[in-house]
């Protein structure tokens, strides 16, 4: 009886586990992943775009929408965890121009969704360790200088970060958990 448990249990241990390698493929499964990144409101009516096929390619459009709302499913090439996203007009624009090393030129705040969470990784010349943010708002704002209050650490809740590439201080964003993370 306990080696029947046992090996059930390491079935199960090990279909979660490659459960959550899985990452998305077909343009139906792109679709299904990038449904998951926000509440329906958001993603009813948004257009939902594929990742390049190479580093300053163009998107491919998945499933044209007819709101502000931009969805991609996870990941982009070379990506290891599959973290779709939803972004509004203006937090897509912030983070496509400053990935690409353009100027920002936002207006006013913009607003991301990651209802599937995210892995924050310890960017180069930093020391802490990777850690997974559960599911998350995330607000980008044309003062930077807004968010100087808030930790630079996100094991406690509400924190600020930045883009790839970025300095430390020129590209960030509020993360805003919206529950626990139970991994």
């Not at 046992?6 to 390698?21: E, M, R």
């Not at 006013?108 to 990777?130: C, D, H, Q, S």
Request: hydrophobic share 40%; aromatic share 10%; with cysteine.
């Amino acid at each position: 009886m306990k080696l029947a448990v046992f090996c059930l249990l390491s079935t199960l241990i090990v279909s979660a586990q490659n459960a959550t390698q899985h990452l998305p493929s077909t343009d139906a499964e792109k679709i299904t992943d990038a449904l998951r990144a926000g509440p329906n409101f958001i993603t009813d009516n948004a257009t939902i775009l594929d990742w390049p096929a190479q580093k300053g390619g163009e998107f491919r459009v998945l499933r044209k929408g007819t709101s502000e709302w931009t969805c991609l499913p996870g990941p982009p090439p070379g990506a290891m965890h599959d973290e779709p996203g939803c972004f509004d007009k203006v937090f897509f624009q912030w983070a496509l121009d400053g990935l690409a090393g353009r100027p920002q030129h936002i207006d006013r705040l913009g607003i991301a969704y990651m209802y599937t969470g995210a892995f924050v990784p310890n960017w180069p010349g930093e020391t802490k360790p990777e850690f997974h943010v559960g599911p998350h708002i995330m607000i980008v704002t044309p003062h930077a200088d807004d968010l100087q209050g808030f930790s630079r650490e996100g094991w406690n809740g509400t924190y600020v970060t930045h883009l790839p590439g970025d300095n430390h201080t020129d590209l960030l964003f509020l993360v805003i958990p919206v529950q626990p993370d139970h991994q």
